[in-house]
Each structure stands twice: as C-alpha cells, then as structure tokens.
C-alpha cells in the first residue's frame, strides 16, 4: 500500500514537472537568393527636377530650388505656399523632395527680399562668367556681412526647421542661401562671398533647427581652409555639385577644389562623413546622359562607377536621365550603375520558430522570427524607419479582411494576395554600413486568434510618407507573394 501511495506521489510531481517545461516548438532557416533591388527605392538613385518625368527613368526622389524671396517676407514673416505647393507636387507622385533655397541665381533679379534693400542691404550687380555650360549672365549679390541680413536668415532657418523638420514629405535639404545658386562661393568674385563668421552662424542656426531631416553643404572644409569655415565636425552630410567631372582627385594645380580633394584636406572627420550623414549632389551639366556611355564624349568626365566608390554618394540630380527618353543602351548602363548608389539590403537568410502551448499551458501562442540583414551598397541609410511583418495567405486560403496597425500598398489585384495581419517590428536599418557583417532582428508575436493554415511571413520597411513606397530589399523573394512585401518562408497555422 506504502509503495502505491509513493507512486501515485511520483507521477503527480512528474505531470507537474511536465507541465511547466518550454512550449513546444517547430523552427525553419529559410536562405534566401539575392537580386538586385530597385533603383527606385526611396531616397537613393538619380533625382531630376521637379515634374512627373516617371516614364523616362526610375527615380523616388525630385528636386527643386525656391528664391529667399518667395517665402521671407520680413524679419519674422514667412509665406510658406510655395514650399507647400512643391512639397505637395512631388508627394503626390509618391515621391520625396529635395530642395535648396538661394539669395543669388545668374539670370535672375528679385531674388533678395525688398524689405532687406529698403533696410539698406547693399546689392553688388556684375556679370557672373562662372555659368558653363551656359552664356555668361548677370547677378545680384548681396552684402552677407550685413546686420540685419543675417538677422534675417537665422531667423528664417529657425522658422523653417520648426515647421519643416521631420516632414515625411521631404528627403533632403541642400544648405542653400549663401553664393552663386546657393552652392556657397561667389566665383570668380572670391570677395563678395560671406565671411566665416556668417558661415558658421548659418550652420549653427541648420544644426539647431533641423534634428531629423539631413542637411547637406556643398563643400568639405579643413580649420586650414583660407576661405570656407571648417565643418568636418559639423552635422551635416556633403553634396558634390561636379559629380564625375571634378570628383576624384587628380594631383593637379587648379584642381584643389575637386571634391575628394577637399574632403580628404577636410580631415578623418570628414572623410568618415558618409557614414552618419548622407552625400548627394549633381551630375555635372557638361556629362549630363553622357557620362553613362561606354566612351563619354567629354574626356573630363570621370568614370561613374569610381566616384560612387570614392564618395559613397546617395542621390545625385541629372538632367541627363530625364530630359528626353534616352537610347536602351544609355538606359541599361545607367540603370546598371544607379544600382551601386547608396544602400542596397540583402537577407540572405530567416529563421521562423512557431511556438505552441502545450494542453497544460496558458501561454498565447506566437511566432518568432529571426532576420539576418546585410548591406551590399556603398552608404547606410539615414532615416530611422522600422520593420514590418506581415502574414500572407497562400492560395489554398481565402483572403480574409486585413487587420493590423497599417495597411497602405496591400491592396489585392488579380490573384495578388494582401496580408491578413501585420505586426509592427522593432528593428533598423540606420547604422548598418556596407563594410560591417550582417545585422539580427529578432521579433516575437503573438498570432492568437489566426486562423488555421498555411501563410507565407513576409517583411518591408515602410516609407513614412504615406503615398511613398518601402524599402525594398535586393532579394528574389522581394514582391513575390504580395506586392511591396519580402517573403521569408512558410508557416503552419495548426
């Protein structure tokens, strides 16, 4: 009787013991192929002027400069329809701005503000002969020494990053308002252009106002440099206005200037620039198109792949692209080498572990995936987007009403399959350069409430314009099963 009543004891404890064990669980590692990504994805690639030019070449970003004098009005009023007109424009066609404001543009007159003249700002008039590839045309400059101007512009700088940073509308802001088109020298008239001290106002003003959305200056600048204010420890990223014409260094007298030059006179900092601030620029004018042939006409032009290398650039504006419809084989060479600008993310393997309570366990059950990310391109991303996951039904499974936190771009068409839930992720792609081994994201969720079947996990990292498409990753699997989604691997709802 003794012996029973101590077995009956054991297998009491044993079913407790039991009980209280891990959940049982099913794990999958999927690996997954490479392809690349699109050269659309967002805030990278070819950008032209502003226009609906989408069926010349692909782009998700588009530029436009605005004149001081359309939006500051006086000291401390400002008329920010035409920002909002642009920024409306180009969102409406899914894509994001870059814009540069100017105080100077050959050609044209107006541009300073009257109440600034009427104040006394004195206005130097001449012909500005520092416009190829086009004829020489007039300027107007103005004192950037003068008091109330730069009342006026660290006023406007403050006003306009109260307003405008962290708009999903906008990629980037060029720094603008000082020099020749805003690219912040006066060329050939070395001596009009504004003095360090203003410089530096204007880019602590930039460095105050702005904490989301990037600013770029047009030129690196060493503590050495006679005429531009250091910036290596400046937040602020770099845009190129020469690209593949005066890029690369060259060793020769008069070509100082040439960007990599300047960057590498500048110093580590802002050597290392790229790595937490973006680099755009411009497609020189004389190899617009050009510089994508197999023999550029110009034998100037540098060759684009070396200089993408070299900068680790971003975004670049060209004309070339998008002027006119372009030969297939321009079109090919370009999209060929707009592929290596910026980021490219590559997943290169998933694992999905599928966690069931046991009949004892109270536990809800959920889904674990673990993500491995790596960066193929030349430059991190700068945004501090977030992941998405998403369960896609497979064919065998009537699509059901989508639910979840967000649902943009998941719309049906023909047999595409929308997601039935989407869950919210954690993790970033901020950070991850080019030169660094792959990245983890691991994510728990819990799919109570799914019904039973077969779906397919899938990831993205939307845009946070809300009309703009998501990162897209440089995976076979990108699009695969539903439109803007990465599929990752199967799952078995039991």
């Not at 794990?27 to 032209?48: E, H, M, S």
Request: proline share 8%.
């Amino acid at each position: 009787m003794r012996k029973l009543l101590y077995l009956s004891a054991f297998l009491v404890s044993l079913t407790q013991t039991i009980s209280s064990l891990p959940t049982a669980t099913a794990q999958t590692r999927t690996r997954l192929t490479y392809q690349p990504a699109p050269i659309d994805n967002p805030l990278k690639g070819l950008v032209p002027y502003q226009a609906d030019v989408r069926n010349r070449f692909p782009h998700s970003l588009e530029f436009n400069y605005l004149s001081y004098s359309a939006i500051v009005k006086d000291f401390d009023s400002y008329d920010w329809n035409p920002i909002e007109q642009l920024l409306d424009d180009v969102s409406s066609r899914g894509h994001q701005a870059v814009i540069r404001i100017f105080l100077e543009y050959p050609n044209k007159s107006g541009v300073i503000p009257p109440f600034l003249v009427n104040s006394g700002l004195k206005v130097h008039r001449y012909l500005n002969t520092n416009t190829q590839p086009f004829p020489p045309a007039q300027v107007e400059t103005p004192d950037y020494e003068d008091a109330n101007l730069r009342k006026s512009l660290k006023n406007f700088i403050a006003a306009f990053g109260k307003k405008y940073d962290a708009d999903p509308r906008l990629g980037f802001i060029t720094a603008g308002l000082l020099g020749t088109w805003g690219e912040w020298h006066t060329y050939p008239r070395e001596d009009l252009f504004a003095s360090k001290t203003v410089q530096q106002e204007v880019m602590s003003a930039y460095e105050a106002a702005f904490q989301i959305t990037p600013i770029l200056l047009r030129y690196p600048a060493s503590e050495n440099d006679q005429q531009k204010a250091a910036n290596g420890n400046r937040k602020f990223g770099y845009h190129d206005d020469s690209f593949a014409w005066a890029t690369l260094h060259t060793g020769k007298q008069n070509e100082e200037w040439f960007y990599m030059t300047a960057l590498n006179q500048a110093g580590q900092q802002a050597e290392a620039k790229w790595k937490t601030h973006p680099i755009g620029g411009e497609i020189r004018p004389e190899a617009w198109g050009i510089v994508f042939d197999e023999k550029p006409s110009e034998p100037q032009v540098q060759d684009f792949s070396r200089c993408v290398q070299a900068t680790h650039v971003s975004w670049l504006m060209d004309s070339g692209m998008f002027e006119k419809k372009q030969s297939p084989d321009r079109i090919k060479r370009a999209t060929d080498q707009v592929h290596k600008m910026g980021y490219e993310f590559h997943i290169p393997s998933a694992t999905i572990d599928l966690t069931e309570p046991t009949k004892s366990d109270i536990a809800t059950r959920s889904l674990k995936v673990s993500v491995e990310v790596e960066n193929r391109g030349v430059a991190p991303f700068y945004y501090p987007w977030t992941t998405q996951f998403a369960l896609i039904p497979t064919p065998e499974i009537p699509t059901p009403e989508t639910t979840g936190p967000e649902t943009n771009g998941t719309e049906t068409t023909g047999t595409e399959k929308k997601p039935f839930k989407i869950f919210q992720g954690n993790g970033k792609l901020t950070g991850l350069l080019p030169s660094e081994p792959s990245r983890e994201w691991r994510e728990s969720f819990d799919i109570d409430g799914v019904p039973t079947g077969r779906y397919i996990l899938a990831i993205r990292i939307p845009n946070t314009l809300k009309q703009g498409k998501p990162v897209r990753f440089a995976n076979a699997e990108q699009d695969r099963d539903s439109p803007t989604w990465c599929s990752l691997g199967a799952v078995e709802i039991p």
